[in-house]
């Protein structure tokens, strides 16, 4: 996610606009529930004075674990460059390996089309760090697993300047779909942002400018404490056929742009994944 190398995460495309319903809902099945919040109520949401979330809830996590307890399950690494991955300060804090990509995941698994996902970030090193959320994902990794990696995903980041976006990996390559770029985004190290990203799958009929096909995808950053931004900061729609009529689980991704001496982490917290549905 930072390409220039494949998730260069100069290569994703922007969205934005308020929320745009599915017109069939997404079955649900529950994966994981750690005690922070269960049932179908988005209470996260709705205390920090944004919208509510309608659809069943998939996963969710708070990490509310002693320091350097591992990531609880189901999220387990995929491919070798996960240095570190536990949690600290009941939040979950990941590391890459430094490589010529550096970029470090966790996977969880799951078999959803269209999901709305809201989670908190923080950047330890905001200059060199950025961090990705995958929906539709297949459990792979780039190009070193089999499967090859695969998604659809929200990368906000910093190293290139304060930056959300939108990207699909398909045959283990990440690629942008749309980035939008603002300093007013800020993203500073150490300062705690929270992310609502959603996924849905083509409206009724197809999105008729891309011949029918199409997934919708969206997202904002806002930070911590302020208001949740009443539109989608990037709206936009992909076709990319391998991701079409896909399904799968969920990923976390922490990049960085360093090739050597990474000790910087990216922090997450707070995370609900909830089916989309029509109200």
């Known amino acids: 996610m930072g390409t220039v190398p494949v998730f260069c995460r100069p290569n994703l495309i922007l969205v934005s606009a308020w929320i745009l319903l599915v017109a069939s809902p997404l079955r649900a099945t529950n994966l994981f529930f750690d005690g922070f919040e269960v049932g179908s109520v988005c209470a996260w949401s709705a205390t920090a004075g944004g919208p509510p979330c309608c659809g069943a809830l998939l996963l969710e996590e708070n990490f509310a674990l002693p320091d350097g307890a591992a990531w609880p399950a189901p999220w387990s690494p995929s491919g070798n460059e996960v240095a570190v991955a536990d949690v600290q300060q009941g939040r979950g804090?990941?590391?890459?390996?430094?490589?010529?990509?550096?970029?470090?995941?966790?996977?969880?698994?799951?078999?959803?089309?269209?999901?709305?996902?809201?989670?908190?970030?923080?950047?330890?090193?905001?200059?060199?760090?950025?961090?990705?959320?995958?929906?539709?994902?297949?459990?792979?990794?780039?190009?070193?697993?089999?499967?090859?990696?695969?998604?659809?995903?929200v990368f906000v980041e910093a190293f290139r300047g304060p930056g959300i976006g939108l990207w699909y990996e398909a045959e283990g390559v990440e690629q942008s779909i749309q980035i939008l770029f603002d300093d007013d985004l800020g993203l500073q190290g150490g300062v705690p942002y929270r992310v609502r990203y959603r996924l849905e799958d083509p409206p009724p009929g197809g999105a008729p400018h891309l011949g029918g096909a199409g997934s919708h995808l969206m997202a904002r950053v806002w930070p911590e404490g302020s208001p949740e931004p009443a539109i989608w900061q990037i709206d936009v729609f992909d076709a990319e056929p391998a991701l079409q009529g896909a399904t799968g689980g969920f990923a976390i991704d922490s990049w960085s742009n360093r090739t050597s001496d990474i000790t910087a982490h990216t922090l997450i917290d707070d995370l609900q994944i909830f089916a989309v549905c029509t109200p």
Do not use: H, K, W
């Open 93 to 153: 804090r990941l590391r890459p390996d430094p490589s010529s990509y550096s970029l470090a995941r966790m996977v969880a698994p799951g078999s959803s089309s269209a999901a709305e996902v809201l989670f908190t970030l923080i950047l330890e090193d905001a200059g060199t760090q950025g961090v990705g959320f995958y929906t539709r994902q297949n459990g792979g990794y780039l190009q070193q697993t089999n499967p090859l990696g695969q998604g659809y995903a």
